[in-house]
């Protein structure tokens, strides 16, 4: 029986590694979400998005806003987009 627990644990781990993404940030300049084409993708999904200061997110969250990342399911890790300034890119269905 303690095996048996002890292999459960073992496979349950596993696929809370394979689960789970690393998070990142993504340093971009004001201008990025137009010129790389994130802006539009966003756009199609009905998303408006905004910047937001750090200390105003948890706030902003409350309001429906969620922070915009970009996304790459190969290495499973996901970035949130950052200004320099600090500023979050947030977004929020219409």
């Not at 137009?34 to 750090?54: L, R, Y």
């Not at 200390?55 to 996901?78: A, F, N």
């Amino acid at each position: 029986m303690i095996e048996f627990l002890g292999l459960l644990y073992g496979v349950a781990k596993d696929i809370k590694e394979y689960i789970e993404w690393d998070e990142k940030e993504k340093f971009v300049d004001f201008n990025w979400p137009d010129k790389s084409g994130f802006q539009e993708q966003a756009n199609q999904e009905g998303i408006d998005m905004i910047w937001s200061k750090p200390d105003k997110v948890e706030s902003r969250l409350l309001d429906g806003y969620e922070i915009m990342y970009e996304v790459d399911k190969i290495r499973r890790v996901r970035k949130k987009i950052v200004l320099k300034e600090g500023l979050v890119l947030l977004g929020k269905k219409k």
